[in-house]
């Protein structure tokens, strides 16, 4: 049987999120008959490089979707809004990294390791969402606790690193950082606030009851995903002076009764979670290893002693890979191997 071949446009190809998809694309071998790079006008003129050729990067229009049949999204909510619906009519499938669709309830949200079958519902928009970076990372890690032992409730704190919030957010830790080591002046451009050597507990806008939007987002899509609305969630976003990869400390309880050892040896089998707990050899999930790969690493698994039934663990992951552009692709390769 010859491989399935499709026509890919990449939306945000300029991006940090953009540009690693056009990795993943190249490092998990997609079959791509073709590729489409846009960006806004801005970015016109500008080439990225596909599988060693030059490619020049197109500006995003109404026409962009002619003849393509999968297209990866990582422009902005604003832009999908208004694009991926005509991306649908011209007869291509979106996966959105926006949080535009994600909570459509005609739209499917997905993590390949934990709802694949939610795929199937791509058809009646023609959408299918990626979710949060930092929602992806924890249900990895927490769908097989939730199979085994019914999570009741979910308390996460995570430390966010900029890539998050894109390039330009990138550049403002870099540059702040420099100033302040040479006695220099600095900008707040992109957050409210100073972030080199410094914690803000916000992310995205705050809304009216007290949480901000990424906290919110946390609390609706995992329940989604886990295909539960029954679980508690509550969250603290915070964003840190970190380049690339998300943590959270999450503490879990659950209704049947749950040890450290179950856990342990439950996530060593799990797909997609890599287990890195000897602390007594300083080995514990960290950023700097999880950027980079596509794991989600876990650690720091104990019991919590203060209620019946929970667990506490430390949950990292490459937000720009697992968090957005892997499991993007990943979605798409599941579309393309049995949907199209
Ligand atoms: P551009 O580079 O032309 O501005 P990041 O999240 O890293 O800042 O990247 C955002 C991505 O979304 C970039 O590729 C950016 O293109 C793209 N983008 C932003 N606004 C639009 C728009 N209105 N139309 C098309 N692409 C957009």
């Known amino acids: 049987m010859t491989e399935k071949m499709v026509n890919v446009a990449v939306a945000g190809a300029t991006g940090a999120v953009g540009n690693q998809m056009i990795r993943c694309l190249e490092e998990r071998n997609f079959p791509v008959r073709s590729i489409k790079l846009l960006a806004s006008k801005r970015s016109v003129g500008r080439e990225l490089r596909f599988r060693g050729d030059l490619m020049p990067v197109e500006e995003l229009t109404d026409e962009s979707f002619a003849g393509v049949d999968v297209a990866l999204f990582s422009a902005g909510g604003d832009t999908s809004l208004r694009f991926a619906p005509l991306a649908a009519q011209a007869g291509c499938v979106v996966v959105d990294n926006s949080s535009a669709w994600r909570m459509d309830t005609q739209v499917p949200l997905v993590v390949p390791e934990v709802n694949p079958h939610a795929i199937a519902g791509y058809k009646v928009k023609g959408i299918i969402a990626n979710p949060n970076c930092s929602t992806i990372q924890m249900v990895v890690?927490?769908?097989?606790?939730?199979?085994?032992?019914?999570?009741k409730r979910i308390v996460v704190s995570t430390y966010q690193a900029v890539s998050g919030t894109g390039?330009?957010?990138v550049d403002e830790l870099f540059d702040q950082t420099r100033a302040m080591i040479n006695f220099l002046g600095y900008e707040n451009k992109i957050y409210p606030h100073r972030i080199a050597f410094n914690c803000l507990p916000h992310i995205d806008r705050f809304q009216e009851n007290g949480y901000t939007k990424e906290e919110m987002k946390m609390v609706n899509e995992t329940r989604k995903i886990l295909e539960d609305d029954r679980i508690g969630v509550t969250a603290t976003t915070v964003r840190v002076p970190v380049f690339f990869g998300h943590s959270e400390?999450?503490?879990v309880e659950t209704r049947e009764k749950i040890t450290a050892v179950a856990v342990r040896k439950l996530l060593e089998e799990s797909p997609g979670v890599e287990v890195v707990d000897e602390p007594t050899k300083n080995r514990y999930p960290l950023a700097t290893d999880a950027a980079g790969q596509d794991l989600t690493l876990v650690g720091r698994i104990r019991q919590d002693e203060s209620v019946q039934n929970g667990i506490n663990l430390w949950i990292v992951a490459d937000n720009i890979r697992k968090g957005a552009a892997t499991n993007a692709v990943q979605i798409a390769e599941i579309l393309v191997k049995d949907y199209l």
């Open 167 to 169: 390039k330009k957010a």
């Open 249 to 251: 400390a999450v503490n």
């Open 141 to 151: 890690a927490l769908n097989p606790i939730h199979r085994a032992f019914g999570i």
